[in-house]
């Protein structure tokens, strides 16, 4: 899987590299599913929901360019697996997951990882997490019609931002946004396609964009 990352994909942030190696990816995926867990593509998890492909958890990290002294916020946690590789790469991580099931197994499998410098709430996630910001950097993991705004204002100045926009909830564009001291420089990073970011900022949950 890390050799496809980077000799097809190009990945080139060593440490992003390394973590995505020793990391147990199987441990994220349903049992059924674990033999395809390092295959070059996403996977189903419950709720309907998925795991991403491991180019796209490597690139949104990669675009994240951590040193490993940030705080982070993570919005859409799903089972935890990019939850776990943002808390092996940074000082601190406060993921949000709106379904209450998957926070809590999440949790559970990062425990059981000891990895304590993470932690998973339920929650709207276009909200954020306002008692820990401002944040350094800030991960969506699901599609938006556009970047919530309460995100953009709990990013610190300096930091960025990465997040699928798009105007339907099947396809969109990876942003990076950069806060600088008086605005927000945007970034296109190419197409995806994630599942939708559902919320007071997002889309609705009857929305069909």
């Given at each position: 899987?890390?050799?496809?990352?980077?000799?097809?994909?190009?990945?080139r942030?060593?440490?992003?590299?390394?973590?995505?190696?020793?990391?147990?990816?199987?441990?994220?995926?349903?049992?059924?599913?674990?033999?395809?867990?390092?295959?070059?593509?996403?996977?189903?998890?419950?709720?309907?929901?998925?795991?991403?492909?491991?180019?796209?958890?490597?690139?949104?990290?990669?675009?994240?360019?951590?040193?490993?002294?940030?705080?982070?916020?993570?919005?859409?946690?799903?089972?935890?697996?990019?939850?776990?590789v943002?808390?092996?790469?940074?000082?601190?991580?406060?993921?949000?997951?709106?379904?209450?099931?998957?926070?809590?197994?999440?949790?559970?499998?990062?425990?059981?990882?000891?990895?304590?410098?993470?932690?998973?709430?339920?929650?709207?996630?276009?909200?954020?997490?306002?008692?820990?910001?401002?944040?350094?950097?800030?991960?969506?993991?699901?599609?938006?019609?556009?970047?919530?705004?309460p995100?953009?204002?709990?990013?610190?100045?300096?930091?960025?931002?990465?997040?699928?926009?798009?105007?339907?909830?099947?396809?969109?564009?990876?942003?990076?946004?950069?806060?600088?001291?008086?605005?927000?420089?945007?970034e296109?990073?190419?197409?995806?396609?994630?599942?939708?970011?559902?919320?007071?900022?997002?889309?609705?949950?009857?929305?069909?964009?």
């Amino acid at each position: 899987m890390v050799e496809r990352l980077r000799e097809h994909y190009g990945i080139r942030d060593r440490r992003v590299l390394d973590v995505m190696l020793t990391l147990p990816r199987h441990l994220f995926v349903p049992e059924a599913l674990e033999s395809r867990a390092y295959g070059d593509h996403a996977l189903p998890i419950a709720a309907n929901q998925t795991i991403s492909q491991p180019f796209i958890v490597a690139r949104m990290t990669e675009l994240l360019e951590l040193e490993g002294t940030e705080r982070v916020l993570e919005i859409g946690a799903g089972s935890g697996y990019q939850t776990a590789v943002l808390a092996k790469l940074a000082a601190q991580v406060y993921a949000i997951e709106r379904i209450a099931e998957l926070a809590r197994q999440a949790q559970a499998r990062i425990r059981s990882l000891d990895i304590h410098n993470a932690t998973v709430k339920c929650f709207d996630g276009t909200l954020g997490w306002s008692a820990h910001a401002p944040y350094d950097r800030i991960l969506v993991a699901a599609g938006a019609p556009e970047v919530p705004e309460p995100l953009l204002t709990q990013l610190k100045v300096g930091g960025c931002l990465v997040i699928p926009v798009g105007d339907t909830r099947e396809s969109q564009h990876l942003v990076r946004a950069i806060r600088t001291e008086d605005n927000y420089e945007f970034e296109d990073h190419g197409a995806c396609a994630f599942v939708p970011l559902i919320g007071h900022y997002g889309w609705s949950p009857e929305s069909k964009g």
